[in-house]
């Protein structure tokens, strides 16, 4: 119980992703008495969360620097803990003392005199470092455990010291001798990870090399991890340390080529200097789960290495689920000729991912056919030769089938008789797939008038569907126009999905404005919905301020309230002025922003755009689909916005 309060309790003050919560300043007093009172379950964690509080590199928000002011007033009270009896609040107390302030750097250097345990004497050296960056010449200290020593090393990179070439060997021998099993500051980051994060790529790749080779296998797979890491924060980081990855993608031991497997992939595009390992990675199927990720690496990479044990694999009846949006390879005649191969045969079993088979959840556990339709898709009218094989997975998967369908397009013409049995049926999907292979409305329409009365359970997917058959769907309008009135049970999100059907049905803005007056204000409601309609229309003067409030707190519906805003006659600079601020701070990047910036040319946006190109450090830090190569593709369509603007003005 005393465990759950004391978790109840951080929480309160900081969220998991080191968000400090307003509340937490008036906390600080209480925790401090706790942890400084013996007896008190926990103490431990309590130190940590103090030391957590002060150190801006894991905590951040509004009540972090006034959290930080408390614990640093209240300091004092904890400097007896660096004498208690037990070695690990000792330690801890170090860390949370010295992250509290220069004001304890005498309470440690007197601590450090007198202290024989090897682990707080690394807490201590760690600290003092901090406050007094010349403290770092005691790392190199003859006697002093490997664990000390490692304490030094960071300490002095994380104070911008660097690691001096003469130190790099005998910090080789300590992360050799700890195995790579040792953390700096209690419960933290590996100091290898830490240390390669901070010094210069040029030290970093000499203490890897030098690491390297007499590591053990455990410390070989930390130094994998810690690359990774780096990889994950620095643009310049893989170019200039890929060449340690390519070593580890050759180890002799299975784990290690794994993690090097996992640190390749962290590198993003700078993985195509390890396409050469990464095939023979590929190539080995003693480990399957190794074997398809270094694989799945040389499809994101559209390398032609990838080709060889891709077929080799489908030849053996094993279906790898390779094909990872949206880094898909392009056309290549031979995976096709192999994909074809691959859908007209039997059927394959659960696909080896249980993660992409609990994503897909098809109903045959058919995890690998969904994902070679969606290639197929990518290819579009160059995958035309398949059309008799994905009608064969029609009955099986409709909905990834008839996407494949509709984006081969006029190419995919045997397929209508089967696609317009389906629509007959009320298939919305369907009708829309026969519109981008035939240019036919009629069947869309058609189906849509079967279903809509319904109002299926995904009606939102068929209303817009549906819109794309533009004047064409007039004989909708009387079905849906009942669904915008105001006592209507339709969801305002649904609203805006018939909003768009009747604009695009009949061109008329009295039908629609009164739906989007009331829903562009509204939470929940596909807000960019709202403004890319609202764009198309003549303008609103009186709806500018709620754009504008709407562009201003860069949540959704940005790109559509500026879209509009612009239509409506607003500067592009001023706009840009708003918007390039709020994409620098997004931690995903939306290349929607520069593509509505690029529209405008508003080359004002040049300078900004510029310095975010070129900056070192990583502008996505969050993504499901691989930070670094979404980060890589970010910083690609920067540079061609920056060039279409400079282009623009000349």
């Known amino acids: 119980m005393a465990g759950d309060a004391r978790r109840d309790l951080l929480a309160e003050i900081q969220v998991w992703s080191g968000y400090v919560t307003p509340v937490a300043e008036f906390v600080m007093p209480f925790l401090v008495e706790l942890a400084r009172t013996s007896g008190v379950h926990g103490r431990v964690d309590l130190l940590r969360a103090l030391g957590d509080l002060c150190d801006p590199r894991r905590a951040h928000g509004p009540g972090q620097p006034r959290a930080h002011a408390v614990i640093a007033a209240h300091s004092e009270r904890l400097l007896p803990l660096l004498s208690d009896q037990d070695p690990k609040i000792r330690s801890y107390a170090a860390y949370a003392v010295a992250r509290s302030g220069p004001h304890t750097g005498g309470a440690i250097a007197a601590r450090w005199k007198v202290e024989t345990d090897s682990e707080v004497r690394a807490a201590l050296l760690s600290g003092l470092v901090l406050i007094d960056p010349a403290c770092a010449e005691r790392m190199a200290a003859s006697g002093e455990a490997a664990g000390v020593r490692l304490a030094g090393s960071l300490a002095a990179a994380c104070a911008g010291l660097g690691l001096p070439p003469s130190d790099i060997a005998h910090v080789s021998e300590a992360f050799v001798a700890s195995d790579g099993d040792w953390r700096a500051w209690p419960?933290?980051?590996?100091?290898?990870?830490?240390?390669?994060?901070?010094?210069?790529?040029?030290?970093?790749?000499?203490?890897?090399?030098?690491?390297?080779?007499?590591?053990?296998?455990?410390?070989?797979?930390?130094?994998?991890?810690?690359?990774?890491?780096?990889?994950?924060?620095?643009?310049?980081?893989?170019?200039?340390?890929?060449?340690?990855?390519?070593?580890?993608?050759?180890?002799?031991?299975?784990?290690?080529?794994?993690?090097?497997?996992?640190?390749a992939k962290s590198a993003g595009e700078a993985a195509l200097h390890a396409a050469g390992e990464l095939a023979a990675v590929a190539a080995d199927t003693r480990d399957r789960h190794t074997a398809e990720a270094a694989l799945e690496l040389l499809v994101r990479l559209d390398h032609p290495l990838y080709r060889e044990p891709l077929l080799t694999a489908w030849s053996v009846g094993h279906y790898p689920g390779v094909w990872g949006e949206p880094f898909l390879p392009r056309f290549d005649p031979s995976v096709l000729a192999g994909a074809r191969e691959r859908l007209g045969g039997p059927a394959p079993g659960p696909s080896s991912s249980l993660f992409v088979g609990c994503l897909i959840g098809t109903r045959d556990r058919d995890h690998s056919t969904p994902q070679l339709l969606k290639l197929l898709a990518f290819w579009g009218a160059d995958a035309a030769a398949a059309v008799p094989e994905i009608l064969l997975t029609l009955p099986r998967l409709p909905f990834d089938a008839v996407n494949a369908l509709a984006a081969i397009g006029p190419a995919a013409a045997e397929a209508v008789p089967a696609l317009t049995e389906i629509a007959d049926g009320g298939e919305v999907k369907a009708g829309h797939a026969l519109l981008r292979i035939t240019g036919d409305p009629g069947p869309l329409v058609a189906a849509a008038a079967q279903v809509l009365p319904t109002k299926p359970r995904f009606v939102n997917f068929d209303l817009h569907l549906a819109a794309e058959a533009g004047p064409a769907a007039r004989p909708l309008v009387p079905l849906v126009l009942p669904w915008l009135s105001e006592d209507s049970d339709v969801l305002p999100r649904d609203q805006v999905a018939v909003a768009r059907l009747l604009w695009n049905a009949t061109g008329d803005p009295d039908l629609v404005l009164p739906t989007l007056r009331r829903t562009v204000s509204i939470d929940f409601v596909r807000k960019d919905e709202v403004g890319l309609l609202l764009a198309e229309l003549p303008p609103v003067p009186d709806l500018l301020p709620s754009l504008w409030q709407t562009i201003r707190s860069g949540g959704d519906g940005l790109i559509g309230a500026a879209r509009a805003a612009w239509r409506w006659g607003e500067s592009p600079d001023e706009l840009a002025a708003t918007l390039v601020p709020l994409f620098a701070a997004q931690i995903y990047g939306d290349p929607g922003i520069l593509d509505l910036?690029?529209?405008?040319?508003?080359?004002?946006?040049?300078?900004?755009?510029?310095?975010?190109?070129?900056?070192?450090?990583?502008?996505?830090?969050?993504?499901?689909?691989?930070?670094?190569?979404?980060?890589?593709?970010?910083?690609?369509?920067?540079?061609?916005?920056?060039?279409?603007?400079?282009?623009?003005?000349?």
Do not use: N
């Open 187 to 263: 419960g933290y980051l590996p100091t290898l990870t830490e240390v390669l994060d901070e010094l210069d790529l040029g030290t970093a790749r000499t203490l890897a090399d030098t690491i390297r080779p007499a590591a053990g296998a455990a410390l070989r797979r930390s130094l994998a991890a810690a690359l990774a890491d780096r990889f994950s924060r620095s643009r310049s980081a893989p170019s200039s340390l890929i060449d340690v990855v390519r070593d580890l993608l050759g180890d002799a031991d299975p784990a290690v080529r794994k993690s090097a497997v996992d640190a």
């Open 597 to 650: 910036i690029a529209e405008m040319g508003a080359a004002s946006a040049v300078p900004g755009l510029t310095e975010l190109a070129d900056r070192d450090e990583r502008q996505v830090t969050w993504t499901g689909r691989g930070l670094s190569w979404e980060d890589d593709s970010l910083r690609h369509r920067i540079r061609e916005t920056v060039t279409t603007l400079i282009s623009g003005t000349r």
